[in-house]
């Protein structure tokens, strides 16, 4: 009688430890299940400027590259800095939607604001990064940093080259990644590459035009925001690789026809 009891132990102990494996495997496959039985899709939250956003911004481009594992839901507006998100209750919005991962990428309304919604790389800018970082985290989310798309303002010693009025805000980002374990997608450093390589008749491709008629260098038309969207891509599966299967290397057959990378991109 001792040993058939011992032995309903032990074997109820290994159903219950092959239940634990197999929904392991299950899990890491993919295959979380909502309360409802339906696969589970990551949510993927951008907050932003208008050069994140779903018009005028990387945004679309982004999106167009996402397999049916996920879903995206573009919080960024224009004219906005970090600052100026939260004070609207933009950002109790973006949070409000429980999302898995935030993408954040905030710098052109810090760096060129005339109001009080302007911030310093170095004390405000990252006061506000570090809110957006642990009010993610606080909702059990996790928070992905992007450094501002590069603003394409060629030199005047050198036409070749780019002299970023943003680049104290790339850097601040970078340094606060560190410091909070943060993954980082710097979009500003790639995208100044790309730029300086194709040159600024190739980058004028990718970039829509003014009510005057004139070059915008700070937005992106549908075919840039695919371009920039990719790199965003690129970077977001480097720093978080369990967001591979999320991502397709080709955006989709309904993306801007114009959708690959120009010759001559880096990476």
Not at 51 to 67: C, E, R, V, Y
Not at 135 to 145: D, F, M, N, S, Y
Request: proline share 4%; glycine share 8%.
């Amino acid at each position: 009688m001792k040993h058939k009891k011992i032995t309903g132990l032990v074997l109820t102990v290994c159903i219950f430890n092959l239940i634990g494996f197999v929904s392991t495997i299950a899990f890491g496959a993919g295959a979380a299940q909502d309360p409802n039985g339906a696969a589970h899709k990551v949510r993927i939250i951008i907050v932003g400027d208008t050069t994140a956003k779903d018009k005028q911004g990387w945004g679309p481009g982004f999106k167009s590259f996402l397999t049916d594992r996920a879903e995206c839901t573009n919080m960024a507006i224009g004219g906005r800095s970090s600052k100026k998100f939260i004070d609207e209750g933009r950002w109790t919005k973006a949070l409000a939607l429980k999302g898995d991962y935030y993408l954040i990428q905030f710098g052109h309304n810090d760096e060129s604001a005339k109001d009080d919604s302007k911030t310093d790389p170095n004390t405000t800018y990252r006061q506000f990064l570090t809110r957006y970082i642990d009010e993610t985290r606080a909702i059990g989310a996790k928070p992905v940093l992007v450094t501002s798309l590069v603003r394409r303002q060629w030199d005047a010693a050198d036409s070749n080259k780019i002299k970023s009025d943003l680049a104290p805000y790339a850097e601040a980002m970078r340094q606060l990644a560190k410091e909070k374990n943060v993954p980082l997608v710097d979009l500003h450093a790639r995208s100044k590459e790309l730029c300086e390589q194709l040159g600024k008749e190739k980058c004028n491709e990718l970039s829509p035009l003014k009510g005057d008629n004139q070059i915008d260098n700070t937005h992106l038309n549908d075919k840039g925001s695919v371009v920039f969207g990719k790199i965003v891509v690129e970077e977001l599966v480097k720093a978080v690789p369990e967001l591979k299967p999320c991502f397709r290397s080709e955006p989709a057959a309904d993306a801007n026809s114009a959708a690959k990378i120009p010759a001559g991109s880096a990476h």
